[in-house]
Every structure is written in C-alpha cells, then in structure tokens.
C-alpha cells in the first residue's frame, strides 16, 4: 500500500524556535492534511490542503501542498508550550475519504 | 453537538474473549471508518463505511468486523481477540465520502489483550 515517510520522527526545541516538519510520499495525493494529536486524545485537524503549490496558515502554523503533490510542509513559529504532541500528516488520493497517514513527528518544547 | 463518540475509554481482555468497540456521529455524516494506532506506524485503516448498509475493508481488516445499520452507529467487533490487536483504536467520520472535507476523529478506546 502506499506510505508516507514524516520526518523528523521526534524534535525537542526551545519555546520561542521555529519548526519545520515533511511528510513525502511515493505517490501521488490530491488532499494533504495534518492533524495535531495530543496525549489521550484523537487527532485534531489543523490545515487542510487541497492543490498542488498551495500555502495555507492557521494562526502561527503554516502547510504546504508541494508542487509534485508527493509531499507536504508543516511549519510551526514561534513555538509555545502547549505545542507539545504528536504531528501526523494525512494524504487522500482520487475523490473517496480514505487517508494514508504518516508516522508522525513528536514535538517536545522546553522552557 | 457531540461530535464523534468512542466507548469504552479503556478495555483489558483475555486472548480469544469477543469484543464490541462503540462508535456514534451525531453529525449525519456519510463516511465513517475505525483505525487502529500502534507506536512507530501512525494510524492505519481497519474498515470503513460510505453509508448505511455498506462497508468495506480497509489496510488491516483481518479479525475485525463491522455494518453500519444506521448512519450513527459504526460498531467494531472483535471475535477472537489476540494479544496483537493490542492498540489504540480510533473513529472517525466526514461529512460526504466524495468531497474535500477532513476526518473528525473520536478520543479513541485503549485496548489490551493479556
């Protein structure tokens, strides 16, 4: 089935650092998301993205649909505290709702 | 508006006892599905379902089954659990199965089985 390599698989930044995180395929996905999930919880959707070259941020993060539409960016700036959990990214071929998740990245902020 | 609601929170079992993982929407969404999470390897499909009455096999189906008689419910069964379905188990439903709107997820049931 097809897979989706998420790196970093793990981060442990200062409060106030920037992020950066990818998600790469060997095929190709016309629907990028990335959800935040944290700990005891379901994952939360953070960005969708839904065409090639695409730029979206929701508040201080920030996600690319990359222009081969094999893989995706996940910026974080500024990053706080309550920042801290695991980071999938989630991509969807053809029109059905069915995801190929990646791995996950796991973000640790320390003071 | 509760959204996706998964019981039980958390479940220990014996090897070969049988299982019913919950699953209600309250949001009459069309698509439903049940992953499973496992350290290392994300989330990976189980079962899905495009409406009642209808469903289908996902990534890793073998020893799982479900229907979907009402749009609500999407139930999970276990019928001979095996120390290997230990995970975490997810729900998750989006309003129409042709579309672009995302999956909303559950808060997950926590499995064990000794």
């Known amino acids: 089935g097809q897979q989706l390599n998420q790196s970093p698989q793990s981060m442990f930044i200062q409060e106030g650092e920037d992020v950066s995180m990818n998600c790469t395929s060997s095929s190709i996905f016309n629907t990028w998301l990335w959800y935040k999930q944290d700990p005891g919880e379901g994952p939360v959707l953070l960005i969708a993205l839904y065409k090639a070259g695409e730029l979206t941020s929701n508040g201080r993060l920030t996600a690319q649909f990359g222009i081969t539409r094999k893989d995706s960016f996940l910026n974080i700036s500024a990053s706080i505290p309550s920042d801290v959990g695991i980071y999938f990214c989630a991509g969807r071929t053809g029109t059905a709702s069915k995801l190929t998740f990646g791995t996950g990245t796991r973000l640790q902020v320390t003071l | 508006n509760a959204g996706v609601t998964q019981t039980p929170k958390f479940q220990v079992l014996k090897t070969g006892q049988s299982m019913t993982l919950q699953c209600a929407q309250d949001m009459n969404h069309e698509y439903m599905s049940w992953y499973r999470q496992d350290p290392g390897m994300g989330l990976r499909l189980i079962h899905y379902?495009?409406?009642?009455?209808?469903?289908d096999q996902g990534e890793v189906p073998n020893g799982y089954n479900v229907s979907r008689s009402t749009t609500e419910d999407f139930p999970l069964r276990l019928l001979s659990a095996a120390p290997s379905q230990t995970s975490v188990y997810f729900c998750?439903?989006?309003?129409?199965?042709?579309?672009?709107?995302?999956?909303?997820f559950g808060d997950g049931t926590r499995l064990s089985i000794l």
């Open positions: 998750a439903s989006s309003p129409r199965v042709y579309g672009n709107q995302p999956q909303h």
């Open positions: 379902s495009v409406g009642a009455g209808i469903t």
